[in-house]
T-cell receptor, first 112, second 112 residues
Framework: SQTIHQWPATLVQPVGSPLSLECTVEGTSNPNLYWYRQAAGRGLQLLFY??????ISSEVPQNLSASRPQDRQFILSSKKLLLSDSGFYLC???????????FGQGTRLTVV | AQSVTQLGSHVSVSEGALVLLRCNYS??????LFWYVQYPNQGLQLLLKYTSAATLVKGINGFEAEFKKSETSFHLTKPSAHMSDAAEYFC??????????FGTGTSLTVIP
């Protein structure tokens, strides 16, 4: 079965510091991978999605970037965090069109 | 373009009462539709999905949803609410490329 590992579960970072959140998946190959951000009362915002190694699409312009160095690894990064980057970050995977997305347990990021 | 609208960011029902959470979509082609549930500080779990088979879809925990093309709706229902149903519920649509777009969520409170 498919599993998604996200870490860390919680993170407190000062403004201006760098960020690296890692997501790894098991039990599947060549999945679509996604990064979402969830802010209070605002639902889930799709940040990035990837259909393969090195292939990243950005949904919104922002202070964040993503990379997919391996088939089952998806990394969310920032060079300098802003207060507005605080939120709950979720990694997800999905297969072919029509299949559901599976979510990791998320990372609660607080920028102070 | 596709989008999902969830009417009512907060819904309260009494224990044992009918649960109705509303979702409308806009899509130029037949969509794939999903309902997810999220408990505090956790990822999203799939409740059910519509993938152009039966219009009435049954999911886990006694939930079901009916796809109504004429109304562009995919409302989630449960005949009798339990305390354990208190959570955040998200409707989502997926189209070509299997990009998932989520509604802003509905927080369900169950009153004992």
């Amino acid at each position: 079965s498919q599993t998604i590992h996200q870490w860390p579960a919680t993170l407190v970072q000062p403004v201006g510091s760098p960020l690296s959140l890692e997501c790894t998946v098991e039990g599947t190959s060549n999945p679509n991978l996604y990064w979402y951000r969830q802010a209070a009362g605002r639902g889930l915002q799709l940040l990035f999605y990837s259909v393969g190694i090195g292939q990243i699409s950005s949904e919104v312009p922002q202070n964040l970037s993503a990379s997919r160095p391996q088939d089952r690894q998806f990394i969310l990064s920032s060079k300098k965090l802003l207060l507005s980057d605080s939120g709950f970050y979720l990694c997800a995977l999905a297969g072919i069109l029509g299949t559901e997305a599976f979510f990791g347990q998320g990372t609660r990021l607080t920028v102070v | 373009a596709q989008s999902v609208t969830q009417l009512g960011s907060h819904v309260s029902v009494s224990e044992g009462a009918l649960v109705l959470l509303r979702c409308n979509y806009s899509s130029s082609v037949p969509p794939y539709l999903f309902w997810y549930v999220q408990y505090p500080n956790q990822g999203l779990q799939l409740l059910l999905k519509y993938t152009s088979a039966a219009t009435l879809v049954k999911g886990i925990n006694g939930f079901e949803a009916e796809f109504k093309k004429s109304e562009t709706s995919f409302h989630l229902t449960k005949p009798s609410a339990h305390m354990s149903d208190a959570a955040e519920y998200f409707c989502a649509v997926s189209l070509a490329g299997n990009q998932f777009y989520f509604g802003t969520g509905t927080s369900l409170t169950v009153i004992p």
